[in-house]
């Protein structure tokens, strides 16, 4: 009982992404999972399949600070992207900051649907899934 | 016959002439009016038949003293003739003020059997001289006011003294006599600058008014400001042939405005370290939000996974993750309070470094590595080859550049690290390391440079520690640090170091 095909995670941080890929592959919801280790190499993937509707996934849990291009800086670059994709992607901030500043900046950016402070438990995730 | 007649219309043409031009009256020799022409009609403002037969103190305005009238009846009562100015009252109480000569005519006994009063108006003439002496007084006022109440120099148009008032003296503490004929100069501080002295002369010698604060020296060499403004006297063709410099004592406001201006920079230099220190507070927490919640909460979601997990074989897998992460939250913290140690012990001494020998002795340390890079140190230390800063800072510094530049050296050039000193103003000395390396870009990571655990390059060994450590140590001793990098191409780091006047 899939409901989405493809669900990709931005995070640096390799004990969350192997959980977390764990937590979501017990829900059974999801085909594919995708991970990029910051920012940049999620946004030239998405550069690259930008007409490839298949690839793209349909939810991002980006994580905020990364090396080389951190959250912030990455969803700069996918607010100049996100005309030319041809798919609605749902992006979630998914760090450990908790941080008002960074809570109450991650409201103004369109793009966001929510900040979700970590750690992110198994409801939540199946929650955010189901919602789509 | 012939001849009086002659004679008769002569003395009528000449009696003609004089009505015409002047005002005149006649008196008998006690002074009762016989005969006025209509000149003395109009400015009396009477008429003939009104004056006619009074006496002559008619048109007395009671202006002049006794003993002046006196002295008229006496000369013309002793056949003389008398010549003055006479104030006149008119028939509507006017004043008037006439030239007038009176003559006497002399009967046989050389007696006088009346006085032929013959006058000219001078009223406006008068008027124009009691209005000058009005001014003059109001000047001569204004003068002993300002005298009064202002220091007030006057010089010719070369600067030569030509007037100083008390007030001058006094604040100068030069007497008038050591004074005049001194050229302005005497009083010059030196604290102004050429050009300044340069715009007050130009202003002046145009003509124009200037106005400013001066700072002045006295005679025994203490200094002292005044308001100071400065009028030119022109002559007709325009051009200054004196000066007049009038001034006020400031030097009381001049010390408050020195204290307010010393206090203010104190409140501003506290304001931008109090500043740094919020900064540094800011820094710190998200610091701990960012770099310590996320280990603690992959600790908590690994214990709970653990928790909830049927299958042993997992469990293990998982179980063996807990021990990088504390390790990794135990170094986080380590360095945390290293840099907290650094930022407390304020009391660190800056030691005389002579930075060839502490050069040498940090790239001992990366002899291996230069050797397989073929790595080329250039150093240029001759503009400032000493600097005063703590030992163990240094060495950590130097340390961590160096170790970036290797690090993340181009792959496609073999590294060039040129590390270099200059001296600058105010005791400053700014140390550089530039690398032919891969650069960062700046666009993208300004703000993050220095932060801790911020990398820019997938290097296995990159920390985001060493640039957090380094900059901790440099403002700790109130120094700089910034970059300059272009991907690519390289980056230079610039420290500057304060206080190298020790």
């Known amino acids: 009982m899939t409901t989405i095909k493809t669900l990709t995670l931005v995070d640096d ?15 059974n919801l999801v085909d594919l999972i995708k991970v990029f280790g910051n920012g940049l190499d999620a946004i030239n993937f998405l550069k690259e399949n930008k007409n490839n509707v298949d690839a793209l996934p349909e939810i991002i849990l980006l994580d905020l600070s990364m090396p080389i291009m ?12 996100n ?21 109450t900046r991650a409201k103004t950016i369109s793009e966001v649907s929510d900040y979700i402070i970590k750690p992110i438990t198994k409801d939540k995730l199946i929650d955010l899934i189901k919602k789509l | 016959m012939a001849l009086n007649l002659i004679v008769m219309e002569k003395i009528t043409d000449y009696k003609y002439a004089l009505d015409e031009s002047s005002i005149v009256a006649i008196t008998d020799q006690k002074g009762v009016i016989k005969y006025v022409n209509d000149n003395f009609c109009n400015i009396s403002k009477y008429s003939a038949e009104e004056l006619i037969g009074q006496d002559h103190r008619i048109i007395n305005s009671g202006y002049h ?11 013309i009562a002793n056949g003389k003739v008398w010549k003055g100015e006479l104030k006149n009252k008119a028939k509507d109480g006017t004043a008037y003020w006439v030239d007038t000569t009176i003559v006497p005519f002399l009967n046989t006994d050389k ?7 013959i006058r000219s108006d001078i009223t406006d003439r008068k008027k124009g001289e009691e209005d000058l002496k009005n001014t003059l007084k109001e000047i001569s006022d204004y003068k002993y006011a300002l005298d009064e109440s202002a220091i007030v120099a006057i010089t010719d148009q070369k600067g030569i003294i030509t007037h100083v008032n008390n007030n001058f003296c006094k604040i100068s503490k030069y007497s008038t006599k050591e004074l005049i004929g001194q050229d302005h100069r005497i009083i010059n501080s030196g604290h102004h600058s050429k050009e300044f002295i340069k715009e007050l002369w130009t202003t002046i010698a145009n003509g124009k008014v200037w106005k400013g604060e001066l700072k002045n020296k006295a005679k025994d060499g203490t200094d002292y400001w005044v308001d100071t403004t400065i009028v030119p006297f022109l002559n007709t063709d325009k051009k200054p042939y004196q000066y007049v410099a009038i001034r006020s004592d400031i030097t009381e406001r001049k010390k408050g405005e020195d204290l307010i201006k010393k206090s203010n920079q104190k409140a501003i230099e506290h304001a931008h370290i109090l500043e740094l ?12 939000s960012h770099n310590l919640r996320a280990p603690l909460i992959n600790i908590s979601m690994l214990v709970d996974y653990i928790e909830q997990c049927q299958d042993e074989i997992e469990r293990k897998e998982v179980l063996v993750k807990i021990k990088p992460v504390i390790n990794h939250l135990m170094e986080v913290f380590n360095e945390l309070v290293e840099s907290i140690q650094i930022k407390q012990d304020t009391e660190i001494k800056a030691d005389r470094i002579i930075l060839k020998d502490c050069l040498d002795k940090v790239l001992r340390g990366f002899e291996t590595q230069i050797k397989e890079y073929e790595a080329d140190i250039q150093l240029d230390l001759n503009n400032a080859p000493i600097i005063y800063f703590p030992q163990k800072y240094i060495e950590s510094i130097l340390t961590n550049l160096i170790s970036n530049s290797l690090k993340y050296k181009s792959p496609k050039r073999k590294p060039i690290i040129t590390i270099k000193t200059k001296k600058e103003v105010n005791n400053v000395v700014v140390l550089s390391v530039t690398d032919n390396g891969l650069g960062i870009d700046l666009v993208l990571h300004k703000d993050q440079i220095f932060k801790i655990r911020k990398t820019f390059h997938k290097h296995p060994d990159a920390k985001g520690f060493g640039l957090f450590m380094t900059k901790t140590q440099v403002e700790a001793m109130n120094g700089k640090i910034w970059a300059d990098s272009q991907p690519e191409k390289g980056s230079t780091f610039f420290i500057e170091f304060k206080n190298q006047n020790v």
């Open chain 1, 83 to 103: 005309p030319t994709i041809g798919k609605k992607i749902t992006i979630y901030i998914c760090s450990s900051s908790i941080s008002p500043d960074d809570i």
């Open chain 2, 277 to 288: 220190k919020n900064a540094q507070l800011v820094d710190f927490c998200n610091i701990v």
């Open chain 2, 111 to 117: 007696k006088p059997y009346q006085y032929v009063a």
């Open chain 1, 13 to 27: 941080d390799d004990i969350f992404v192997f959980l977390t890929t764990k937590i979501i592959e017990q829900t």
């Open chain 2, 65 to 75: 003293s006794k003993e002046f009238i006196k002295e008229l009846w006496t000369t």
């Open chain 1, 70 to 81: 951190n959250g912030w800086q990455f969803l700069e670059k996918y607010n100049k992207l």
